[in-house]
T-cell receptor, first 119, second 112 residues
Framework: GAVVSQHPSRVICKSGTSVKIECRSL??????MFWYRQFPKQSLMLMATSNEGSKATYEQGVEKDKFLINHASLTLSTLTVTSAHPEDSSFYIC???????????????FGPGTRLTVT | AQSVTQLDSHVSVSEGTPVLLRCNYSSSYSPSLFWYVQHPNKGLQLLLKYTSAATLVKGINGFEAEFKKSETSFHLTKPSAHMSDAAEYFCVVTLWGGKLIFGQGTELSVKP
């Protein structure tokens, strides 16, 4: 149980184009999903918190107009990188917190990640 | 403010020898702490979690961690390393509301 999928696993796009990454909780409902970015050999950095039916909350320094997040249902959140540039190339990972999880514990289940390369 | 520090960026052990990955935390309230493992180009897998029920926490694949409030530590251990344990390990503290704060990560290498 508690499986989170991401699609695509890898994507290569040209500079200036937009790319959408999907994050799905397969066997549970997730009121909250999180989007992280990970550079090679570095830790995960939280980009934004996505709550179903409301606007995402972005961390300081993350451009909300560049990284569009939509959490349209309890099992799906999408991250769209708009007008991508080579510096946006990174490993993007989502996580989902089950609807039944209390705030105190904050356990999350992670997707396998999406490798974005912008040429 | 909550924070977590992993004391070693890289640990190398021989197969069959013990593993110790060190983590110190800072928290203004009783924290929830996690250890996650990440294999190359993969997502994160939860190894174990501490949520104040017991100070010695057992996880998957033979790993365990002990919460020591006096030392503000949550070190990860395993009695005998296996080649498949080679990966990146993250110590994580949670904020109220579910946000996670990640340590810098420790790369574990296992030599045959």
């Amino acid at each position: 149980g508690a499986v989170v999928s991401q699609h695509p696993s890898r994507v290569i796009c040209k500079s200036g184009t937009s790319v959408k990454i999907e994050c799905r909780s397969l066997d549970f409902q997730a009121t909250t999903m999180f989007w992280y970015r990970q550079f090679p050999k570095q830790s995960l950095m939280l980009m934004a918190t996505s709550n179903e039916g409301s606007k995402a909350t972005y961390e300081q320094g993350v451009e909300k107009d560049k990284f569009l997040i939509n959490h349209a249902s309890l099992t799906l959140s999408t991250l769209t990188v708009t007008s991508a540039h080579p510096e946006d190339s990174s490993f993007y990972i989502c996580s989902a917190r089950p609807k039944s999880t209390g705030d105190l514990y904050g356990e999350q289940y992670f997707g396998p990640g999406t490798r974005l390369t912008v040429t | 403010a909550q924070s977590v520090t992993q004391l070693d960026s890289h640990v190398s052990v021989s197969e069959g020898t013990p593993v110790l990955l060190r983590c110190n935390y800072s928290s203004s309230y009783s924290p929830s702490l996690f250890w996650y493992v990440q294999h190359p180009n993969k997502g994160l897998q939860l190894l174990l979690k501490y949520t104040s029920a017991a100070t010695l926490v057992k996880g998957i694949n033979g790993f365990e961690a002990e919460f020591k409030k006096s030392e503000t530590s949550f070190h990860l251990t395993k009695p005998s390393a296996h080649m498949s344990d080679a990966a990146e390990y993250f110590c994580v503290v949670t904020l109220w509301g579910g946000k996670l704060i990640f340590g810098q990560g420790t790369e574990l290498s296992v030599k045959p």
